[in-house]
């Protein structure tokens, strides 16, 4: 049994065409479903759905053999142990830098200010911020990141973009792009050994399939 680790949402959506093109299907919607394991056309691949956080978590300890992930999970993640042999150019968005309208973000870092910048990635914003010589106190937050330079708790953000409509309707403007994200198929190396002739059949399957995807930048 192959087992394939996915997130709902947009990641999953956007997975499926990929796999169908790979042939393999799904049985059910699981956003009209409460199973959270989900058979597919074929008997020797199933699908496994956990949080978006915890794909590179299950792929590594082997409670899934493949998964599909963003590029800022696995960062986060620090990707150990896992197998990365696929950017699938799905779920595309940005990383960015993002502050109050009225915030001279340039003339702060210009300055050599501390800045305290709220977000969920921490070590991307740290790495970031390190790269640049900028001095940040990094404050983790789960969800809700605009209101952070809103409530003053923080002057800068680090968080993904999209569309960029959420910022704007809270006076937020984006004043740094830090990474193009998107998302990766990454692999168990241990089932790679063990199940390697179905595995790389998977993998070589998707990546004919995304090869023949037209490609837009996001």
């Keep these: 049994m192959i087992t394939l680790a996915l997130s ?39 699908l496994v759905l956990v949080r978006a956080t915890d794909v590179p978590t299950y792929v590594q300890y082997g409670g899934a053999d493949l998964g599909v992930v ?15 042999p696929l950017d699938l150019n799905i779920a595309k968005c ?8 009225d915030f001279d973000y340039a003339g702060a870092v210009k300055q050599g200010s501390r800045l305290r910048v709220a977000t969920k990635f921490t070590q991307i914003a740290r790495n970031h911020f390190a790269e640049k ?29 999209s569309t960029g409509s959420t910022l704007k309707a809270n006076n937020l403007v984006e004043v740094e792009e830090i990474m193009r ?34 490609q837009h930048d996001s």
């Design 133 to 161: 010589g900028v001095h940040v106190d990094l404050i983790k937050l789960y969800g809700s990141m605009e209101l952070a330079p809103l409530t003053g708790l923080a002057e800068a953000i680090v968080d993904l973009v």
């Design 181 to 214: 994200i998107s998302a990766r198929l990454v692999v168990n190396q241990a089932a790679l050994k063990l199940k390697g002739g179905p595995i790389r059949a998977i993998i070589d399957a998707v990546a004919a399939a995304v090869g023949r995807r037209p």
């Design 94 to 101: 940005r990383m960015s830098v993002a502050t109050r309208a």
């Design 8 to 46: 709902k949402g947009r990641i999953f959506d956007e997975t499926l065409p990929l796999l169908k093109a790979a042939g393999i299907t799904v049985g059910e919607d699981p956003e009209k479903s409460r199973k959270l394991i989900i058979a597919t056309n074929r008997p020797d691949v199933r």
């Design 70 to 84: 963003g590029k800022d999970t696995l960062i986060e993640h620090g990707g150990q142990g896992l197998y990365q």
